[in-house]
């Protein structure tokens, strides 16, 4: 059994920080991508940013980039989203997954493996 365990989340003011952790655990998988998606109250799941592994290419949403930073590490697949300048509109549950078949990594229904998620309050 594969465990994605997100960290980090918090209750931040608009314009601050806040850095989430993905940590893996369990049964060894060998992504071909891992990445966040966001889903606030109401809205459809947003894809945040993702590194596909082979070539260490990582791509941002574009309501994120400029403002998000996402990092990983391939040997022990975990993830690190550092974000800056928060607005209250980034306010959600954010979930790290990962997938292992190549392609559409925008696409949350192509990722086999989730996290249970971590909630971000951005207050204005």
């Known amino acids: 059994q594969v465990q994605l365990v997100e960290s980090g989340g918090g209750v931040v003011q608009a314009g601050g920080s806040l850095r989430l952790r993905c940590a893996t655990s369990?049964?060894?998988?060998?992504?071909?991508?891992m990445g966040w998606f966001r889903q606030a109250p109401g809205m459809e799941r947003e894809f945040v940013a993702a590194i596909t592994w082979s070539d260490g290419d990582i791509i941002y949403g574009e309501s994120v980039k400029g403002r998000f930073t996402m990092s990983g590490d391939n040997a022990t697949n975990t993830l690190v989203l550092q974000m800056n300048s928060l607005k209250p509109e980034d306010t959600a549950v954010y979930y790290c997954?990962?997938?292992?078949?190549?392609?559409?990594?925008?696409?949350?229904?192509?990722?086999?493996?989730w996290g249970r998620g971590t909630q971000v309050t951005v207050s204005s």
């Open positions: 369990g049964r060894t998988i060998s992504p071909y991508a």
């Open positions: 997954a990962a997938k292992r078949s190549r392609g559409f990594i925008r696409l949350g229904t192509m990722y086999m493996y």
